[in-house]
């Protein structure tokens, strides 16, 4: 789909979303629990409380659903998608929000961040063309 259609597009959360708000960041605990590599999975008991926020996606390839910690960048775009809107207007609103905090980047350039990363959450089915 050319570039300016999909800009076009309405976006808002899938239904099939879960968000966790947590003190702990379980999802990294998560994935690395049952590698080998001597990580302490229990010692997340004993970590410092912070903010965490967390989504399950499903895993296509895997058919499995997957644990993903979320950074300012998703979590700004996913509260701007709670709501239906033309992703060019979502995309707009992260940037207006975030380009003080990353100057060394052009909009252009977030841009194209914010378009990778609708991409990847309506692949997982986090996202969902409205």
């Not at 899938?14 to 968000?19: E, R, T």
Request: aromatic share 12%; net charge negative; charged share 20%.
């Amino acid at each position: 789909m050319p570039i300016e259609t999909l800009l076009e597009k309405e976006i808002c959360i899938s239904p099939y979303a879960k968000f966790i708000e947590t003190a702990w960041n379980w999802a990294e605990t998560n994935e690395f629990a049952m590698q080998k590599h001597g990580f302490d999975y229990l010692s997340n008991i004993n970590k410092e409380s912070a903010y965490f926020k967390v989504v399950l996606m499903l895993c296509v390839e895997q058919s499995t659903v997957v644990e993903m910690l979320l950074d300012v960048v998703n979590i700004m775009l996913f509260e701007t998608t709670f709501e239906k809107q033309k992703i060019k207007d979502v995309i707009y609103q992260v940037i207006s929000q975030v380009k003080t905090y990353i100057p060394d980047k052009t909009d252009a350039e977030l841009s194209n961040i914010l378009i990778s990363k609708i991409s990847y959450f309506l692949y997982h089915h986090v996202l969902r063309l409205v």
